[in-house]
């Protein structure tokens, strides 16, 4: 009979907060601090690539353009469209040896205004919407929202708009009715309690005064927009504006040990790998990371991951480090490791039943990988190979870095979608590994500070492999 059996044989999950010193706690703080105050100017996956350029350019990255030719030690990225972007530090190695990924994505749920958004009812003016992602549309009422994007001219002149952000300006809203006459939409099942065209955005109500007719209210929103922006309706047609919560990242709880915030899916994962990489400073495989767009609608179009882009940003890398030739491209891939570095679903115990206690990531409890994500019969999953998850966790125990297996959700509830795919179908091994998130695709979203920081962790001790 041996003494201590059960905790050399059980694979039992510590809290997390009580692994670390004070030393460590204060470390995990001022993450969080610099944390909030990048999401608080990057709530969009534009907003969140300008912050991302000026923070490496201030680090010594340079634009590939810039760069004729590559070698080790030198950082470079590339700028797709301000919406997407790849980074690299050339590792010492032989890149044919393969690179080490790290993928996230920058954009979130939210609101877009649809090309033509502005009506007035009743003396109201609104712009309509079209959501963006899988949300829960009530949530999207009775807030104060923001709107964030670019609105760009024939003559290709581009107006940036960011309104609702500071104290002096105004925010927006989406009404719902009272409940005193909402017996009717009370009645009916919660996802069609708001219809989508009803999540129209309530923007003014004086009337232009030097007009007749109907379309006054409008008209008053369209001169203020022309003498603020110097637009015309039909200008409206070629802009991107999205709506997002107005409210501020926040520290929650007594303790001052989670994050509320909008856009923590992917944003959590995005900034932590971006911080990671700014504390590199040499490398034995060349490090990538990737932020990416449109991961929220299905990875399409020349932002998505799945798009070709990248395969040219890595041929780029080699056509510069002198050493491409043909196929060179898919070895590299073959021979690359990655983490698919987004947020999993965390175990929230007022919503219990719908995990496998036993196979759900905690809020505090260190990363979360998802060895295979999909849904109901892994259908449509990367399931990452044993051998990796193996490697994987050899790097993470030998760094002291807690971390947990879990998948999203039970069998036949779970489901959903990351990048991760993308990448394996290339030939990279892959595994999901993020923050766990209460709240996912919510306005608020809630993450706890020591995930965060054992995402930080995690992806430098990744990147340092
Ligand atoms: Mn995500
Ligand atoms: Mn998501």
Sequence with gaps: MEENLKEKLFNTQKDGWETVGEEEKSKIFHLANDYMKFLNVAKTEREF????????????????NEKKELQAGDKVYFNNRGKSMYIAIIGE?????????IGSHVDSPRLDLKPNPLYEDTGLAYFKTHYYGGIKKYQWTTIPLSIHGVIVKPNGEKIEVCIGEEETDPIFTITDLLPHLAQEQMEK??????????????????????????????????????QKYGIVEADLTSSELELVP??????????????????????????TSIAAMMTLTQVKHTAICILSDKEEIGSMGNTGMESHMF?????????????????LLDKVFCYSKMLSSDVDAGFDPLYASVSDKLNAGFI?????????TGSKGKSGASDANAEYVAWIRNVLEKNNIRYQVAELGKVDIGGGGTIAYIL??????????????????????VTSKFDIYSAYKTYQAFWKE
């Design 49 to 64: 690539i300008k912050q991302t350029e000026k923070l490496i350019q201030e680090n010594g990255y340079i634009d590939i």
């Design 93 to 101: 190695e032989s890149i044919e040896e393969g690179m080490h990924i």
């Design 189 to 226: 099942k919660l996802k069609n309690g708001i219809d989508g065209e009803d999540l129209s955005l309530l923007v003014g109500s004086i009337p232009y005064a030097l007009e007749k007719g109907p379309d006054k209210v409008k008209l008053n929103i369209l001169s203020i927009l022309n």
């Design 246 to 271: 107005a409210f501020r990242a926040r520290t929650l709880g007594f303790d001052g040990s989670m994050v509320a915030a909008y856009g923590q899916d992917d944003k959590v994962c995005a900034y």
């Design 311 to 327: 395969d040219y940003f890595v041929s780029e890398l080699l056509n510069r480090l002198g050493a491409n030739r043909p196929n």
């Design 364 to 372: 505090g409890k260190g990363i979360s990988l998802n060895k295979y």
């Design 424 to 445: 394996a179908n290339k030939g990279v091994d892959v595994i999901d590994c993020g923050v766990p998130v209460l709240s996912m695709h919510a306005p608020y979203e």
